[in-house]
Each structure stands twice: as structure tokens, then as C-alpha cells.
């Protein structure tokens, strides 16, 4: 997807210099860099990062924001489109595969309804670690990372996701950051 992006982002940009890497920022160890240029220098800093859709799937939200921080050049802006969380049952958790929403959340699901999961729904209901982000969760992860002018906007448009076989509609957000 990196390669398909740069070659885009070149071909209408051509005047735009354009260094791109991949990178783990959500691990503990220092991130050791692929890349799909050979001019790369993984000491360099950068002046955007993103996570797009991705973020709700991180055991550590807090470790890769300040990874990413660490990445960034004085003034670089870190930005994370999410969701929203739905409201979450009292047995349910934060950090509960559970917790993510289902196409009926407010019902336990029954034992047809768990055969009825396809295979690729279980599979990545395993790697879901939040049901979503509320403004004051993200403020808390930019501020604590060291990022100031935090800003935070709800998307109107609902984003429409292929769940198990079901469309759900989920509420996103932008949330950024600048580093100091």
C-alpha cells in the first residue's frame, strides 16, 4: 500500500519531495526501518504522521504516540482518524475483544449467532483492543506524549464497515497534534 500511495502521490505531485518508510512505532525496542527508497536515512525526522482507522487495534495507544513524537521534527504534526467508542456494557472493558461493537451491541450474542461468524470476523475481532476513542482518551495520549495545540473533530459523515457479514456505521474523528 506504501509503494501504491508514493506512486500516486509522485505521479500527480511531481514537484513534491517525497521520502516515505515503514516502521514498528508500537513496539518498546527502537523502530528499525524498511523502506521503498533507497535514499533513505532513518535518522531523519518527519514533518507528518498519521494512523488511519488503525488505531483501535494497538495494545499500547500511549507507547506509539509517543514513539511517533519522538519521530517527529520540532513543529511536526502527529494526526489519528478513529472512532468513537459506542457505549460499552459494564461487563465489558477497554482492552476487551468484546468491547468492540458488534451489530447488536446491546444483546449477548447466541449460539447460532457465534457459528454464524465468518472466519475473517474472527480473526480480526482478535486483534481489536478498544471499541473506540472519546476526545478526552486522545487528549490525554497527546498531552502526556508532550504534543500541544490538540485539536479534535467529529466526523459528519459516519463511516460504513463490513462487520461479520453486516454493515455498521461508526462515528470517526480527527484528532492531531503538534510537537513542541
Given at each position: 500500500m506504501l509503494q501504491q500511495y508514493t506512486t500516486l502521490l509522485s505521479s500527480s505531485h511531481p514537484s513534491l519531495h517525497l521520502t516515505t518508510a515503514i516502521a514498528d512505532f508500537c513496539s518498546a525496542a527502537t523502530p528499525e526501518y524498511s523502506n521503498t527508497s533507497a535514499a533513505f536515512d532513518?535518522?531523519?525526522h518527519y514533518d507528518v504522521a498519521g494512523v488511519a482507522l488503525g488505531f483501535h487495534h494497538?495494545?499500547?495507544p500511549s507507547l506509539c504516540i509517543s514513539n511517533l513524537y519522538a519521530s517527529l521534527k520540532k513543529g511536526g504534526?502527529?494526526?489519528i482518524v478513529d472512532w468513537l467508542p459506542k457505549e460499552?456494557?459494564?461487563e465489558e472493558h477497554i482492552g476487551s475483544q468484546h468491547a468492540h461493537p458488534s451489530a447488536h451491541p446491546s444483546s449477548q450474542p447466541s449460539a447460532q449467532q457465534k457459528d454464524k461468524e465468518t472466519e475473517e470476523w474472527k480473526k480480526m475481532k482478535k486483534t481489536i483492543k478498544t471499541n473506540g476513542f472519546s476526545e478526552s482518551d486522545m487528549k490525554v495520549f497527546f498531552t502526556e506524549a508532550g504534543f500541544t495545540d490538540?485539536?479534535?473533530v467529529v466526523l459528519e459523515e459516519k463511516?460504513?464497515?463490513q462487520m461479520n457479514g453486516k454493515e455498521v456505521a461508526k462515528t470517526g474523528f480527527i484528532a492531531k497534534g503538534r510537537k513542541v
Open positions: 532513518s535518522s531523519a494497538f495494545s499500547d504534526v502527529l494526526f460499552v456494557k459494564k490538540f485539536g479534535f463511516f460504513l464497515l
